[in-house]
């Protein structure tokens, strides 16, 4: 059966790589990308879009019903830092907007939920390296509070109504299509846009400060196949960890070094620094590797050349102005 699916917070990193693949895949028509105020990329607009706001509640219900909506990915979410500025801001979208989903996902007998969490579950009593699977989940960002609490209630919503909701511990992102938002690993985007503008880049955190990260089409590729596994595959409705690679702001800088050599970086670490202190440096995603097949195909140099190699012209054609 062709899924009909919604996917909230379309316009943000995530959204605009996985509408996309989602629409490849399943058809244009079937898949509603929502979007809140950001307008979104073009793209986006090459198929069903609703602006929305999910902590609305009545209004998740209207478009789930007049789409006749069986699955949603529920992307919608403030980021660390932006969390850090606006702790109720936070707790409001990211605890609010996902029980909204869920309650509505419930009343209207959905078949499928997505919920992405986040290496942000993880607090400075985690283990630094290969935080495990079951490792303790005390983080110290409003972020990662809701981050926890969301996975305990996706938990709670499949134990209590049997509800077949599927959830990623993400790593930091990085994509060619979007510009992340408010996050504590964005710099690891922003460098390569300020390599290609600018031939130098101001990184907020510190030179050496290791974080778990992946590039965009795995990240894709792992949602769906998470979402496309056999049920009984699918063994936790909390966040799966999940792995790619680890990389500090000097490594992926000299990566970018080989193909830009006069690129140059200066290290001035803001607040987001003791954001990233508090997370792991790496990840052990062995249960998805073991339960639904999870594998990455880019490491650090395949995803740099990949990044140079789409941002490079489009950046020097938006400059011409082309
Ligand atoms: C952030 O930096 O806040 C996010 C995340 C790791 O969840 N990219």
């Given at each position: 059966m062709t899924p009909k699916i919604l996917v909230t917070g379309s316009a943000g990193q995530i959204g605009a790589e996985l509408v996309p693949a989602l629409r490849a895949r399943y058809g244009r028509d079937q898949i509603v990308a929502a979007i809140h105020k950001a307008a979104g990329s073009?793209?986006?607009?090459e198929g069903p879009v609703e602006t929305l706001n999910v902590s609305d509640s009545s209004a998740v219900s209207r478009v789930v019903r007049q789409y006749g909506?069986?699955?949603?990915?529920?992307?919608?979410a403030v980021l660390s830092a932006t969390g850090e500025k606006s702790p109720d801001l936070a707790w409001e979208v990211n605890m609010q907007g996902l029980k909204n989903v869920l309650d509505v996902a419930r009343q209207a007998k959905l078949r499928r939920v997505f919920w992405p969490s986040s290496?942000?579950?993880?607090?400075?009593?985690?283990?630094?390296?290969?935080?495990?699977?079951?490792?303790?989940?005390?983080?110290?960002?409003m972020y990662g509070v809701s981050k926890v609490a969301g996975e305990l209630l996706c938990n709670y919503y499949f134990l209590k109504y049997g509800m077949d909701v599927r959830c990623i511990r993400y790593p930091g992102l990085i994509s060619s299509e979007a510009l992340p938002g408010g996050?504590?690993?964005?710099y690891a985007v922003e460098i390569f846009y300020s390599a290609i503008q600018k031939g130098s880049y101001s990184c907020f955190?510190?030179?050496?400060s290791t974080l778990p990260m992946m590039y965009m089409p795995d990240a894709v590729e792992a949602t769906l196949k998470l979402m496309e596994?056999?049920?009984?595959?699918?063994?936790?409705?909390s966040g799966y960890n999940l792995a790619a690679i680890s990389f500090s702001p000097e490594e992926v800088a000299a990566e970018i070094r080989k193909q830009m050599p006069a690129f140059k970086v200066t290290y001035s670490p803001d607040q987001r620094q003791k954001i990233a202190d508090s997370w792991p440096m790496s990840i052990d995603d062995s249960e998805a590797r073991r339960d639904w097949g999870w594998a990455h195909r880019f490491d650090l140099s395949k995803m740099t050349g990949d990044m140079l190699a789409r941002l490079g012209p489009r950046l020097a054609s938006a400059q011409k102005g082309v």
């Open positions: 073009p793209l986006l607009r909506i069986d699955t949603v990915y529920h992307l919608a290496i942000a579950v993880f607090g400075p009593d985690a283990p630094r390296k290969n935080a495990p699977q079951n490792a303790p989940l005390n983080p110290t960002t996050g504590t690993t964005d955190l510190e030179k050496n596994a056999e049920p009984s595959k699918v063994k936790r409705h």
